[in-house]
């Protein structure tokens, strides 16, 4: 079974720039995550959707992140304009329902200049 | 809210020494309870979990109980091995909203040396 995917793994931009992150979550599975995890810290969720809908975007900064699952399966996720403090590893999971384990994908180690 | 609470590291063993890592909760209700590991250039692996008060997780060596008195889940290994050295983050699922987002600790590093 294909794991979860993620492009590109790793993003360098300037400040201000924009940048998007792709996800493809295990098929078949109806909940997928999108988590930031800062350099020494452990992930922190930015966005939940069940199928292409969103379930908890309380922590995502809306005023420059922005993320979509269009059609339930794949999905982007955009921060316009970038600030330094993006620099980051972008995470998605993906899980066959709630409450089923969460399977993580490798990654996109985005550095902001 | 929730939160999850794990020693500091980085620790450092010797091959064959056993591991203890710290781990502590904060979250009403009956959280489901993980141990994730990264290994270097490599995302985030479910290492194991407990789902209610009193279970114990295992795999690959470690184990991990669920202990709602203590409101504890800490991770132990009786003899590690180089190919140990890894991040591992203490996480819970489910708590105080019902809600089913991963939240983590801050991570452990652990070094094994031969």
């Given at each position: ?55 908890d975007d309380s922590q ?54 | ?114």
């Open positions: 079974e294909a794991g979860v995917a993620q492009s590109p793994r790793y993003k360098i931009i300037e400040k201000r720039q924009s940048v998007a992150f792709w996800c493809n979550p295990i098929s078949g599975h109806a909940t997928l995550y999108w988590y930031q995890q800062i350099l020494g810290q452990g992930p922190k969720l930015l966005i939940q959707f069940q199928n292409n809908g969103v379930v995502l900064p809306k005023d420059r992140f922005s993320a979509e699952r269009l059609k339930g399966v794949d999905s982007t996720l955009k921060i316009q304009p970038a600030k330094l403090e993006d620099s980051a590893v972008y995470l998605c999971a993906s899980s066959s329902s709630f409450q089923e384990t969460q399977y993580f994908g490798p990654g996109t180690r985005l550095l902001v200049l | 809210g929730d939160s999850v609470t794990q020693m500091e590291g980085p620790v450092t063993l010797s091959e064959e020494a056993f591991l203890t890592i710290n781990c502590t909760y904060t979250a009403t209700g009956y959280p489901s309870l993980f141990w994730y590991v990264q290994y270097p250039g490599e995302g985030l692996q479910l290492l194991l979990k407990a789902t209610k008060a009193d279970d114990k997780g295992s795999n690959k060596g470690f184990e991990a109980t669920y202990r709602k008195e203590t409101t504890s889940f800490h991770l132990e290994k009786g003899s590690v091995q180089v190919s140990d050295s890894a991040v591992y983050f203490c996480a819970l699922s489910g708590g105080t909203s019902g809600n089913t987002p991963l939240v983590f600790g801050k991570g452990t590093r652990l070094s094994v040396i031969a």
